[in-house]
């Protein structure tokens, strides 16, 4: 052909531009990027994220800022929608409002081992009670690496929802939080503790109660130490003290092996 | 452009996920501008161009480096585009209720001159319809696409010489096409 051909000319014109978004809805799909959202937490708007397998971040946005501050700092990609979907915000809605994980699918599988057990130990505290960072590493059958359940919880993707803030220092003081103290405080006294009664028990070297009638010891927030009344309520230093008093541990918040 | 596309290929096999963004970047626009005229509206061909790239992804994990290193990208990344083409022009038609081929002229939010390419488009689209699959196919990816014979002959699985005749064959009918419009 020696001058040009007005129909191949035409077929070249065809040439389109691809959708500004197909990258990112593609990126989502094959879960290389995360979508994320704006929502309100237990202590206000709060940044989530998810993929196909569940919420892989949690941030209260008084903790990271702007929208941009939270896309940097999360390990994926994370592209911003309105709502999460339907399917996760029945759950997101329910475990906000009832303080427990539930059904809520939640993405540890970029996680170690070691720190997944640890999150998936921690999910089981129940609202309104805390346990020392010692029985966590206890309880997933790592007595030793009780600083190192400390680094776990630190680095927990999903703060709030995985309550780290239930988990105290060894001696019943309330500790440090990866958003600061006052919001581990703030959350506490929102599930009905009282974080002051906390440090003040912490304080005065109480670490279990113990019931006269039942021979049991707890924690101090296990939900069968807050039914003791006063009259019979024994406390101790120690659960070898406890025990050498001839009492048992309680077998729901399990303070001694 | 051409340099990036051989060497995608490589880096895919050294880091999926860190050049899989690369390849979605490269070969999207032309993806998306044939399977428009594979398809029956601009909905249908960004479904189809989107399902594409999460097929393409979900093979790579499946392939071993070696394989991935390997692999003619732009022919194969075809293959899978076609395929999706031919299946929902199938399940379209089991589902007459669906607008078919040009029945629907996409609405634009946009200005008068997107408006005017749009109808372009539905009106080559009508004419390339009426070809018989394998000149349309050639055709478009020759023309519009711009690849070369021998890869679409790759992503068809037809020879070369083949694909050649076909898109020769296209070219002459669209103009028998043209001519009969204006008569």
């Known amino acids: 052909m020696n001058s040009p051909d007005p129909i191949t000319s035409e077929l070249a014109a065809l040439q389109r531009t691809a959708p500004v978004d197909l990258l990112d809805a593609v990126m989502r799909d094959v879960d290389l990027a995360d979508s994320y959202a704006t929502i309100e937490g237990p202590t206000g708007p709060a940044y989530v994220a998810w993929n196909g397998r569940g919420i892989t971040a949690f941030v209260p946005v008084e903790a990271v800022g702007t929208r941009d501050a939270f896309e940097e700092r999360h390990p994926r990609s994370a592209s911003f929608v309105d709502a999460p979907p339907d399917s996760l915000a029945k759950h997101l809605d329910r475990t906000i409002e009832t303080g427990r994980l539930g059904e809520l699918p939640v993405d540890l599988s970029s996680l170690g081992d070691f720190q997944r057990k640890v999150l998936e130990k921690c999910a089981e505290i129940p609202p309104g009670e805390i346990r020392p960072y010692g029985w966590i590493a206890r309880e997933i059958g790592n007595p030793g690496a009780v600083r190192a359940v400390g680094t776990a919880l630190g680095r927990n993707p999903v703060p709030v929802l995985i309550p780290c803030h239930r988990v105290v220092r060894t001696d019943g003081r309330i500790g440090d939080y990866a958003y600061g103290s006052p919001m581990k405080r703030q959350l506490l006294e929102h599930e009905g503790l009282n974080p002051d009664a906390v440090e003040t028990t912490a304080r005065s070297g109480i670490r279990l109660v113990g019931s006269d009638t039942t021979g049991i010891y707890c924690f101090p927030t296990c939900r069968h130490a807050k039914r003791i009344t006063d009259p019979h309520r024994v406390e101790f230093r120690s659960e070898e003290a406890a025990e050498a008093d001839g009492y048992r541990a309680c077998k729901v918040c399990r303070p001694a092996a | ?183």
Not at chain 2, 26 to 33: E, H, P
Not at chain 2, 109 to 129: F, G, S
Request: proline share 4%; with cysteine.
């Open chain 2, 1 to 183: 452009m051409t340099t990036t596309l051989n060497q995608l290929p490589g880096r895919l096999a050294a880091d999926r996920d860190g050049a899989f963004p690369d390849l979605v970047r490269t070969l999207q626009d032309g993806v998306y501008s044939g399977v428009l005229q594979f398809t029956r509206n601009r909905h249908d061909a960004e479904d189809v161009t989107q399902e594409t790239f999460v097929r393409v992804y979900r093979a790579l994990d499946k392939y071993d480096e070696g394989r991935i290193k390997d692999l003619q990208l732009r022919p194969w990344v075809w293959t899978i585009a076609l395929n999706l083409c031919r299946n929902r022009a199938r399940s379209a038609g089991r589902h007459p209720e669906a607008p078919l081929v040009g029945d629907r002229v996409d609405v634009f939010e946009d200005a008068a001159t997107e408006a005017v390419e749009n109808a372009n488009l539905e009106v080559w689209r009508h004419r390339l319809a009426a070809l018989p699959g394998p000149q349309r196919t050639a055709v478009v990816l020759y023309h519009v696409v711009g690849l070369p014979h021998a890869e679409i002959a790759e992503s068809t699985g037809r020879t070369e010489s083949t694909t050649r005749s076909d898109v020769r064959r296209g070219l002459g009918r669209l103009r028998t096409l043209i001519e009969e419009e204006t008569r």
